[in-house]
């Protein structure tokens, strides 16, 4: 799986679709259980990159996140969300930014979706990596908060803890194709 990243090719206008990117999407499974190997610095940029390249509405990114990778914090932070399973060696606090969508609120309803996109984009670059993570809706975002002296105007709306594998993601079910999609209309 570290393998995936190294055949990556470069994006241009008129790129045909990189067959690597669909592999990483068709593999991609959450991780829960993760080893004690660190994630470096460089891995870090390439997982940052692959965030903040998310598509966001009126490209407000209106979104913040903290990256956790020292062991102790780790763990108070894993304290205080029941919804992660494991011991991860990074987490990742995403947040809404509610100072950028002012008082529209079609753009603060939309805030959550940019990070839900953002989230998904790190969750998938972790893959192509050889990483594994998880998106986690179950937390507590005061004390969290108040771990990370996260300001009022953010919005904690999910952790992702991360790390290497510590053994091989198992693949969830899926609902059917015929039973989720209509084509043209929903009769
Ligand atoms: C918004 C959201 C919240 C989630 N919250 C949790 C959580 O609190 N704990 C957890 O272990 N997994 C959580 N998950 C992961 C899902 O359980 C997982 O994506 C689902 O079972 C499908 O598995 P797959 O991603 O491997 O295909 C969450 C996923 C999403 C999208």
Redesign the pocket.
């Known amino acids: 799986m570290r393998g995936m990243a190294d055949n990556t090719l470069p994006v241009t206008a008129s790129a045909p679709p990189v067959p690597d990117a669909l592999e990483v999407i068709r593999t ?3 991780v ?1 259980d993760y080893t004690a190997e660190p994630v470096d610095d460089a891995a870090v940029d390439t997982l940052l990159e692959a965030l903040l390249a998310a598509p966001s509405a009126s490209n407000k990114q209106a979104w913040a996140f903290v990256v956790v990778r020292q062991r102790a914090r780790v763990r108070r932070l894993r304290a205080f969300a029941p ?3 494991g011991t991860p060696t990074l987490m990742l606090v995403a947040c809404v930014d509610q100072s950028r969508v002012g008082g529209d609120p079609n753009l603060a309803g939309a805030a959550r979706m940019c990070v ?1 996109m953002a989230v998904q984009n790190f969750l998938l670059a972790a893959h192509a990596l050889g990483l594994g993570a ?5 937390f507590l975002p005061d004390p969290i908060r108040l771990l990370l002296g996260i300001p009022g105007h953010l919005k904690p709306v ?1 952790v992702v803890p991360t790390g290497y594998p510590a053994r091989d ?1 198992q ?2 079910d899926r609902r059917d194709k015929d039973e989720v999609i209509r084509y043209e209309t929903y009769r």
């Open positions: 991609r499974s959450v829960r919804g992660v399973i839900a998880c998106p986690v809706h179950s999910l993601a693949p969830s």
